[in-house]
């Protein structure tokens, strides 16, 4: 794990809808900073909760669709329009509703799934060797996919440097689809590995590995609701127990961000950037004190995101 990273930036917000509109200005301006310094965006979803949260994207001014390139920072093995799968997810929130073109957006290649899979996906694999060797194929297809578009763009490192990686967080502490106590925690040599006995269903899926994480100039999760309460704080508070999420530590100059909303916050101690959003009906009444709120807002970010380029 590289030891030289930045302590995670927490914001809190009200409400879920400040909290998605606050995270799409951030990743407008992240978008704008990848842009003006490499030409393109590369950014990486999640699964779970996060791609509802990413609706405001579609019709924000200033996105350059053109310029994004799509990967999926876990992907579980089923088609690509199984309401399992993080691709059709994402593809109903916002990609199917936005002008990014096809070839862009990095989906696992399904033409590698055994007819087993195709015709059950989610089913006990009856031959356990056929299913594994069908699963490390498709893992290491991914990593294929992420070493020729980093390749393309001039970006042949040892590691992907992802401008963004957008990722949730489970009730017991796993990102991606890595898992609290799974071998896959201390996986150092691939960028994109195959899990088999996922505890969350459906059990086989892929994986990005802190490989990839960990030597991104941004990774923001995103967590709502009462129900993260316990788990938030314990991996903020107390990160030496060593959670999958509190392992999220881009090296040197990457950043992590928390895009939360209070409810999720509440048992947290960690230091938080509060931002008291004020809702349409107050902005009326005090407009000067809405434009303090955005300035302070605004400049934070900035500053944050500036610390990572
Ligand atoms: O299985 C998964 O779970 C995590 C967390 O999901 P959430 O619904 O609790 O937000 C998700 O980030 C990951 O992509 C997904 O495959």
Known sequence: MPNSSSPPVLYTFPEVPQLQNSLANFILKAQTDA?????????????????????????????????????FADERIVPLDHEDSNY????????????????????????????????DPTADPADQDASENEAIEIADEYEKQL??????????????????????????GHTCSLFPGHALLSDSDRWVAE????????????????????????????????????????????????LPCSRVRPASPGLVFWFVDDAAAAKVKYPKTVFKWINETEMDASDDLVSEERK???TEMDAAVKAAS
């Open 147 to 172: 070493v020729t578009c980093f390749a393309s763009q001039g970006n042949a490192a040892r590691y992907p440097t992802f401008d963004l990686i957008l990722l949730g967080m489970g009730p017991d």
């Open 195 to 242: 899990i088999l006995d996922s505890p969350k269903p459906p059990k086989r899926r892929i994986t990005f590995t802190y490989q990839v994480l960990n030597h991104a100039f941004r990774c923001a999760f995103v967590a709502a609701g009462e129900g993260k309460q316990d788990t938030l704080s314990k991996i903020l508070d107390q990160p030496e127990e060593g």
């Open 296 to 298: 302070k807002m605004k």
């Open 88 to 119: 059709a997810a994402c593809a109903k929130a916002f990609l199917d509703h936005v002008p990014i073109p096809r070839e862009q957006v990095h989906a696992i290649n399904t033409e590698l799934f055994a007819e087993s899979t195709l015709k």
């Open 35 to 71: 842009i003006a310094k490499r030409g393109s965006f590369t950014i990486a979803l999640s699964g779970g909760s996060l791609p509802n949260n990413l609706k405001p994207l579609v019709g924000l001014e200033g996105i350059q669709w053109d310029k994004w390139q799509v990967f």
